[in-house]
């Protein structure tokens, strides 16, 4: 558990640097996991910050080399917290039984202890809300049969008794799992559905990332198949792994696509790299996100996401005491919504706006028209037009078209365009 206040001296690689900044990073440096900026700015904003014994509540001062900066980490237990900086205490429940439990997790929360965050984690909530629960897959990891990456969001099955977690553990290994995403991700696909197979390994060049790899064929017949050494050496030297993921267009949204993403194995960050090795990343990855500037970014004013637009959306699957054929949703996160709502508002008064835009001109007078949304708060939409007659210009429920130029311009309640 972390104690309860961090000291950190400022070197003079960090000389100058806002007081926050520092903080995040000193924090990362030491290993003290889940404290994203908009935390730090919080702390230091409740008054738990001082430099050089001196309280602080800017987040914006300056620090300078071989200053002492203090920080309390809250009450002294180590928690996850959400990609808006909220602590998380408690596991949001969307079904239990005796034998299992399914939680829909939140960004932000870590799956399991690590050497980075050794509390504060979906495990040690499991065990707060349900209990001792068994380690099969390991003694600090208890109830783990799977696990999601932290800025992930979506649905997660746990094992509430040993033969449970055992009966989960070999379906997962035996491929019979079926898991779905919903992923919002930059461009737009070529295909309407398609099979990723390309191997996952480690990037020698990035110890934090994986990287996507051509291997061999795998064979008809495993059992008795072995490729020739040279290959087989290659295989052991680069530790690649499988890795299969079909991939569903949803949803074009100008800018971005909307996609299913249904992994067949469950390699590390699989969605995330595959994605991006077939020209897709995902909004909001800064892992794996695209090369460079994006040919075509999100429109300006759109809700930015702090973490991957990745959500496990359901996961179906053997009840390991009934013998049924169960399936369990999570709903769409809060900030994920958020932007699907807006790029389809976008695409709407857009398409609005262009169909205002190849209005025929009959008439002289000629009017800057403003399409907007009057029910949010989502930019609005200039466009020149020549209505004519001038009565016949009405615009569709829930759009307000208002004249730019000091002409009256009476709409008819009759006509459409």
């Not at 079909?246 to 996609?259: C, R, S």
């Not at 009840?319 to 976008?346: I, N, Y």
């Not at 708060?377 to 016949?392: E, G, I, L, M």
Request: one cysteine or more.
């Amino acid at each position: 558990m972390a104690p309860v206040e961090r000291s950190f001296e400022v070197k003079d690689a960090h000389a100058g640097a806002r007081l926050d900044v520092f903080l995040v990073a000193a924090l990362d440096e030491a290993g003290v996991g889940g404290w994203s900026r908009s935390r730090v700015q919080r702390a230091i904003k409740d008054g738990r910050a001082s430099v050089d014994g001196k309280g602080v509540r800017r987040t914006g001062v300056h620090v300078e080399a071989g200053q002492a900066i203090r920080l309390g980490l809250d009450d002294g237990r180590e928690v996850s917290v959400d990609t808006s900086g909220r602590r998380i205490l408690e596991l949001e429940v969307l079904h239990e039984d005796e034998a299992i439990a399914v939680i829909a997790k939140p960004a932000g929360l870590v799956s399991h202890p690590s050497p980075r965050q050794l509390a504060g984690t979906v495990s040690d909530l499991a065990v707060e809300r349900f209990g001792p629960l068994p380690e099969v897959q390991g003694e600090d990891r208890p109830g783990i049969v799977h696990r999601l990456d932290r800025l992930t969001s979506g649905v997660m099955v746990l094992g509430r008794t040993e033969a449970a977690l055992e009966h989960l553990k070999a379906q997962f290994k035996a491929r019979t799992v079926q898991k779905r995403y919903v992923a919002l991700v930059h461009g737009t696909p070529r295909f309407e559905e398609e099979w990723i197979d390309l191997g996952i390994e480690p990037d020698p060049k990035r110890p934090d990332r994986m990287r996507a790899v051509r291997l061999p064929p795998e064979p008809d017949n495993p059992e008795w198949w072995t490729p020739p050494p040279e290959a087989q050496a290659e295989l052991d030297e680069r530790r690649a792994k499988r890795a299969e993921t079909l991939v569903q267009k949803v949803e074009v949204l100008g800018a971005a696509t909307l996609v299913h993403a249904s992994p067949k194995t469950g390699r590390t960050h699989q969605i995330r790299v595959h994605l991006h090795a077939a020209g897709l990343p995902i909004v909001g990855d800064r892992v794996y996100g695209p090369r460079g500037r994006v040919v075509e970014p999100l429109p300006k004013g759109a809700p930015s996401l702090e973490r991957p637009a990745l959500h496990a959306e359901s996961i179906e699957f053997e009840h390991p005491v009934t013998g049924e054929q169960v399936c369990f949703e999570s709903p769409l996160a809060s900030d994920f919504a958020e932007l699907l709502t807006f790029l389809r508002e976008w695409r709407r008064i857009t398409a609005l706006g262009t169909r205002y835009s190849k209005v025929i001109a009959t008439a002289s007078v000629k009017l800057d028209v403003v399409v907007m949304n009057t029910t949010s708060r989502y930019q609005a939409w200039k466009y020149h037009v020549s209505p004519a007659p001038v009565d016949a210009f009405t615009p569709p429920c829930g759009i307000a078209v208002r004249s730019m130029s000091s002409v009256n311009v009476p709409f008819g309640p009759e006509s459409r365009i």
